[in-house]
């Protein structure tokens, strides 16, 4: 029989049968979109080969376990991208599991106990998360740019010894999102460093934190020159947001125009990554890319918050 060392990596889809059951139609068509315009375009960008799709569930092979778990990882978040939005009962997610180990060839197809493996320990996995065998994690846990928690020693069908994995998964919110940056930052500390730095921290602590807290928001990071702040309203986020222009105005009064400290805000509602305290991800960053289209002392809002 011939064998090579090959990372395998399983994918099955999450409540398919319960899918099923709800929409048969509408469940295959949105699993078969999953494969060929999500998962099949990601496998050939990470180097890697599908050796079966079956009606829930995706066999790839890939030569570098490596390329394996970094595909694994950007295909659960395009995948949460791709739920932003949808109905938690609606949402077509995935579990997957990277095994390393030799493969038995058959034709264009592969067996073995490695494949097993990979295909029980996806079942461990999270719904939008990913499971490594040992052999996988020892491999490219460091190189792959995300953190992997201890997942314990499992007793696995008809595998005769037990398999340690190592879990990852991201936690993700619905969130409106406030980026607030000071207008011309870089101006006012090159006339006025000194003084500007007081009046900026002045204007958070002073006015922007407690219309945050009235709001009841919460400031996830304060910079310099900018505050990012999430509200589980999107109403309280418009609503705080035009508040702090308007105080903001009040408080520049008989201020001359070059020395005002004047701010642009951008408020927009999304799924956000959550790491402890901190959140990042598309919610954050199309805040970040349009709070900069509006004027001084304006509000910006996008269109899932305006709608």
Known sequence: MERRLAAIFMADVV????????????????????????????????????????????????????????????????????????LADRRIEMRIGVNLGDVIIEGDGICGDVVNIASRIEQLAQPGGVALSASAYEKAAEKVGVDFEKGGEHELKNIAKPVRIYLWS?????????????VDFSRLMREDEAGTLIAVKGLWKELFEPRVTEHRGRIVKLMDDRALVEFPSVVAAVECAVAAQRDSVERNAGVPAERRIETRIGVNLGDVIVEGDDIHGDGVNVTA???????????????????
């Not at 469940?27 to 990470?46: F, N």
Request: net charge negative; aromatic share 6%; hydrophobic share 45%.
């Open 15 to 86: 409540g398919f049968s319960r899918l099923m059951d709800k929409d048969e139609t509408g469940t295959l068509i949105a699993v078969k979109e999953l494969w060929e315009e999500q998962l099949g375009p990601k496998v050939a960008e990470h180097h890697g080969r599908i050796v079966k799709l079956m009606g829930d569930g995706a066999l790839v092979e890939f030569p570098s376990v490596v390329d394996a778990v970094v595909c694994a990882v950007a295909v659960q978040r395009d995948s949460a991208d791709r739920n932003a939005g949808v």
């Open 170 to 182: 991201e936690e993700r919110r619905f969130a409106a999102i406030l980026i607030a940056d000071v």
């Open 289 to 307: 890319s349009f709070e900069g289209l509006c004027g001084p002392g304006e509000v910006y809002v996008s269109v899932a918050v305006h709608d």
